[in-house]
């Protein structure tokens, strides 16, 4: 099957920087759209930030110009750099990615289990 698996989370003091990747694993015939997503304490999960394969980018508002999403496709990896962090970006943020794999017609939604950012002093 198919695994996304994230990494670079941790603890940032405010206006630090952190860089995330996902790695997509599995018997991939290929990967269209990729996405971050983050979920703080009592809130719901929404969107950060969205790549297509050929490179088109969507930002949250609450991001842009500080958030710069960016894939490798020979790599199926997807990184988020996070730059001027504040303490509203904690959250676990959780990679999204539209995965064909061998053998299947239909391309389905995967996520991987989740990174912890914290912003704090």
């Known amino acids: 099957q198919v695994q996304l698996v994230e990494s670079g989370g941790g603890l940032v003091q405010p206006g630090g920087s952190l860089r995330l990747s996902c790695a997509a694993s599995g018997s991939i015939l290929s990967i269209s759209a990729m996405g971050w997503y983050r979920q703080a304490p009592g809130k719901q999960r929404e969107l950060v930030a969205s790549?297509?394969?050929?490179?088109?980018?969507n930002y949250a508002d609450s991001v842009k110009g500080r958030f710069t999403i960016s894939r490798d496709n020979a790599k199926n990896t997807v990184y988020l750099q996070m730059d001027s962090l504040k303490p509203e970006d904690t959250a676990v943020y959780y990679c999204?990615?539209?995965?064909?794999?061998?053998?299947?017609?239909?391309?389905?939604?995967?996520w991987g289990q989740g990174t912890q950012v914290t912003v704090s002093s």
């Open positions: 999204n990615a539209d995965i064909r794999v061998v053998g299947q017609i239909r391309t389905n939604n995967y």
């Open positions: 790549i297509t394969r050929s490179g088109t980018t």
